[in-house]
């Protein structure tokens, strides 16, 4: 992958994860279930297919700082800092353009920074058909997992007719938006559809023609950016049109108008870890089905999520239940309303400290 280029998207609050993930320390910082971050994780994830002199990450200004003590090894010049949160269609336009100056016409891998991927070899495997997919037909690829249940916190992929020399890979019908329960247990055993897993190649000119075509508005913001890069007046320049462009995510603005999108079906267990649920998915249960991480002593506990930082954590005859003790708060909530930890926020005023 001589001419490959990572792009990570370090840019998530990860208000689902409340109350360890915070302004702060958002949930790509946090190391869920092991020694090393999430986004360390990725990044270590992503060397297996490029050095990391080709990785590049694109997150907030405020958490830079934060960004080169994960990842001490990134060169400095990797990492784009964005003025404000936009959404992922100009953070790829950003680095899209930064890229641009590097290589003549490289391929783009987007990876987000904050899921869990534990089978490198076939995500390398699932990467490297992407990228083959991708000079071939000069396609946007997209990466599908196939649904192991019912989920109303993903976005849905429907295949359409074979890509040609890609056995497997499939044309991308439509995207399907978040679904009901009912909706999603219906998408869950239709073998047309996979999850969106948010990892994507193409070719750097390809997606840039796409974002002129689809989002013009951006793509004159991102042009005076591009034009100013290097200069004394550069960083002026890129904090007043930054914050100005449209806020719209790449699957929205381009990936759903597009009729040149390919899905390769991954070759690896994925995980988006959306909520505190998903630490039932990727650590090992107790035998009463607890998963718990740091000091914890529960008597008729079962089916619950413990997750201690510093005090030890009893539990009495719960059931299907969360727990979390934070540096900013205790979390308690049914563990069928996690995704709904983020209405907590809101109802506090937003306060994420």
């Known amino acids: 992958m001589d001419d490959a280029y990572a792009v990570i998207m370090a840019g998530g609050r990860g ?14 910082f946090l190391a869920l279930f092991g020694p090393r971050s999430l986004l360390a994780e990725t990044v270590e994830r992503v060397r297996s297919l490029v050095p990391v002199e080709r990785v590049l990450v694109v997150a907030g200004s405020r958490h830079a700082p934060l960004i080169r003590r994960h990842v001490p090894d990134l060169p400095r010049e990797n990492l784009i800092q964005e003025p404000a949160g936009r959404d992922t269609a100009p953070a790829i336009g950003l680095a899209s353009i ?26 390398r495997r699932t990467m490297q058909r992407a990228v083959a997919v991708v000079r071939r037909h000069d396609a946007l690829v997209t990466v599908g997992v196939r649904p192991s249940r019912p989920e109303t916190g993903y976005g849905y992929i429907l295949a359409g007719k074979p890509v040609t020399g890609a056995p497997g890979v499939r044309w991308v019908r439509r995207f399907l938006e978040k679904p009901s329960r009912a909706r999603a247990a219906r998408l869950a055993r239709d073998p047309r559809c996979t999850w969106n897993a948010g990892i994507f190649a193409w070719r750097n000119r390809t997606i840039q023609g796409h974002l002129a075509r689809l ?20 960083a002026g320049v890129l904090a007043r049109e930054f914050p100005r462009m449209p806020k719209i995510s790449v699957d929205y603005g381009i990936l759903e108008k597009s009729p040149d999108v390919a899905m390769v079906p991954a070759a690896f267990p994925w995980d988006d870890l959306g909520s505190w649920s998903a630490l039932d998915r990727v650590l090992r249960p107790d035998r009463r089905g607890n998963v718990v991480v740091g000091e914890h002593v529960g008597i008729d506990s079962a089916d619950c999520v413990i997750y201690g930082t510093e005090k030890p954590i009893r539990t009495l005859g719960l059931k299907g239940v969360i727990v979390v003790d934070g540096p900013d708060g205790i979390l308690v909530c049914p563990k069928g309303r996690a995704q709904e930890v983020r209405r907590l926020l809101r109802a506090a005023g937003g306060k994420r400290r």
């Open 215 to 234: 989002i013009p508005e951006l793509w004159v913001r991102l042009c005076r950016v591009r034009d100013a890069w290097g200069r004394r007046d550069g």
């Open 15 to 28: 208000e689902r994860f409340w109350p360890l993930s915070t302004d702060r320390l958002p949930k790509q």
């Open 98 to 123: 930064i890229l641009e100056r590097r290589h003549p016409d490289p391929v783009m891998l987007v990876f987000p920074a904050d899921h869990a991927i534990a089978d490198v070899r076939g995500f």
